[in-house]
């Protein structure tokens, strides 16, 4: 089964830098997978903040982190990152990554389909911008 583990959370000031990380691991999992991360603050409902396709390596972000965030993938360790840079208190949630082996998840970020056709999820990790 495939497995996602994401990590990189913590507190930091804003203005300040984090980068998550994304390990995937399973079977029929290849090389140039695709990831999605996604947010979820408190009362908040869950939102695309970026993706990086399958095929292609083509990324995506939302407007409220165009500029700020970047989303790279180290073949060779199955590992989709995210480095945040700039980071505001209202970037403050829980950090999910995901993928699918049948929606890709930037359609997912893009808004043209719910997360809820992303069949795996790594456990979220924790980002608190705050002074």
């Known amino acids: 089964e495939v497995q996602l583990q994401a990590s990189g959370g913590g507190l930091v000031q804003p203005g300040g830098s984090l980068r998550l990380s994304c390990a995937a691991s399973?079977?029929?999992?290849?090389?140039?997978?695709?990831i999605g991360w996604f947010r979820q603050a408190p009362g908040k409902e869950r939102e695309g903040v970026s993706c990086?396709?399958?095929?292609?390596?083509?990324?995506a972000y939302a407007d409220s982190v165009k500029g700020r965030f970047t989303i790279s993938r180290d073949y060779a360790k199955r590992t989709v990152y995210l480095q945040m840079n700039s980071l505001k208190p209202e970037d403050t949630a829980v950090y999910y990554c995901?993928?699918?082996?049948?929606?890709?998840?930037?359609?997912?970020?893009?808004?043209?389909?719910?997360?809820?056709?992303?069949?795996?999820w790594g456990k979220g990790t924790l980002v608190t911008v705050s002074s």
């Open positions: 995901a993928t699918d082996f049948e929606t890709s998840p930037c359609t997912v970020v893009s808004g043209a389909a719910s997360y809820y056709r992303l069949d795996y």
């Open positions: 399973g079977p029929g999992l290849d090389y140039k997978f695709g």
């Open positions: 990086i396709h399958r095929t292609d390596g083509s990324t």
